[in-house]
């Protein structure tokens, strides 16, 4: 019986190369993973238990031994020919595309591919002869290909799904001006919603700081504690929610704060709202399918307001909020005004909204407002 092939004894010096070859996350997936095949040897592990935790077969980490045995590291680096970097074929970036956009494979005992990963399963299968890390990271970057969270989606179960949202798309192409509204239609259109419910809580957030002491160079004074927040906290003096309506063509952001959102507040911001233009000028309200925004059988106040006072009420689909426009004015209101707050009045929290307000009325064309706003606008 033939005896296992186990590497030949190595010294502490060339024990901790090879460890350093392992941990290293840049270089060769080549190298990386002959040098793991050799540590792994060192350790006692034979052929077979070696090829199991490589993913790799019996023979060739028997030859990846072998050739260390016999030429020491320089086996472990691939012998390349001269000039310049490889080149790979649209057939191959295609297929590392491919293989990046899916899913490991069920034998695989990972749910999700890394660069290192990926770049060894790409050599393994044969799919290119060679990749480093980073690499394979500009590869995928120049095919438009990322690493990102995966997110959530809800999908709408109303089944007048696609009526609502073409005049929603409707509205919004008048207010945008790309078309003129028809006979009957508004000729302005208004995205509302309520933002909250708002606690005296502390908000994470962004701040600037000194550098900690670390960082911080010897002749340099002592920083200044930084501010924190509070760990620990009671809600104590209840919520407050923000009633908010987005004109599209003026893009001005309008808002009330209130303790309650019932149907009594809601049709009290109503006029409100229909108070902004004459009442001649028919306008449309975006807005969602919260139940005190609905004329019910029992309570048929916000229809009979609606129809008296020149409004059409355009709701959004079930679960479809994405396409109300003032979404990410929210997004906007959050970043600036809260985030990194710690209130502990609802007059004092209220006072920063209203001041964020019009502060935003007076620069809707701010780079760093329209930044967050655009990218969370996906209507």
């Known amino acids: 019986m033939a005896e296992p092939v186990r590497v030949r004894e190595i010294s502490n010096e060339e024990g901790n190369r090879l460890l350093r070859a392992v941990r290293r996350s840049s270089g060769s997936v080549v190298t990386w993973r002959r040098s793991q095949m050799i540590l792994l040897s060192a350790q006692g592990m034979d052929a077979s238990q070696i090829a199991r935790v ?163 160079g010897e002749h340099e004074p002592a920083r200044e504690p930084r501010r924190r927040l509070r760990a620990t906290f009671n809600r104590t003096q209840g919520v407050r929610h923000l009633f908010a309506a987005f004109d599209l063509r003026a893009d001005k952001l309008y808002g009330h704060v209130k303790p309650r959102k019932r149907r009594g507040e809601f049709l009290a911001f109503l006029r409100y709202v229909r108070s902004l233009h004459p009442l001649e000028i028919r306008i449309a309200i975006v807005l969602d399918n919260f139940s005190p925004h609905l004329t019910t059988k029992l309570d048929q106040r916000v229809g009979e307001f609606a129809t008296a006072n020149n409004i059409e009420l355009a709701y959004v689909p079930t679960n479809a909020s994405w396409l109300n426009r003032i979404e990410p004015q929210f997004t906007g209101l959050r970043y600036f005004a809260l985030d990194g707050t710690d209130h502990r009045s609802h007059a004092k929290q209220g006072q920063m909204i209203r001041r964020y307000i019009s502060w935003r009325n007076r620069n809707a064309c701010n780079p760093d407002l329209r930044r967050i706003v655009d990218r969370a606008n996906v209507c």
């Open 54 to 216: 490589t993913f790799a077969s019996a023979d060739r980490v028997r030859d990846v031994i072998g050739n260390f045995n016999a030429d020491g590291f320089d086996a472990l680096y691939p012998r390349y020919r001269g000039g310049r970097p490889p080149k790979y074929s649209e057939a191959e970036r295609a297929e590392v595309k491919r293989i990046a956009l899916s899913r490991p494979t069920d034998d695989l005992p990972f749910s999700t591919w890394s660069l290192t990963k990926l770049a060894e399963h790409l050599v393994e299968k044969e799919v290119v002869e060679d990749i480093s890390h980073e690499g394979l990271r500009k590869l995928l970057d120049a095919e438009g290909v990322s690493f990102q969270r995966i997110k959530t989606w809800k999908q709408s179960s109303d089944p007048e799904f696609e009526a609502k949202k073409n005049r929603v798309l409707e509205l919004y192409e008048i207010a945008d001006a790309k078309r003129d509204p028809g006979p009957g239609e508004a000729s302005e259109v208004i995205c509302l919603d309520e933002f909250g419910p708002l606690n005296l809580q502390p908000r994470p957030g962004r701040q600037w700081a000194s550098r900690s002491r670390r960082r911080r």
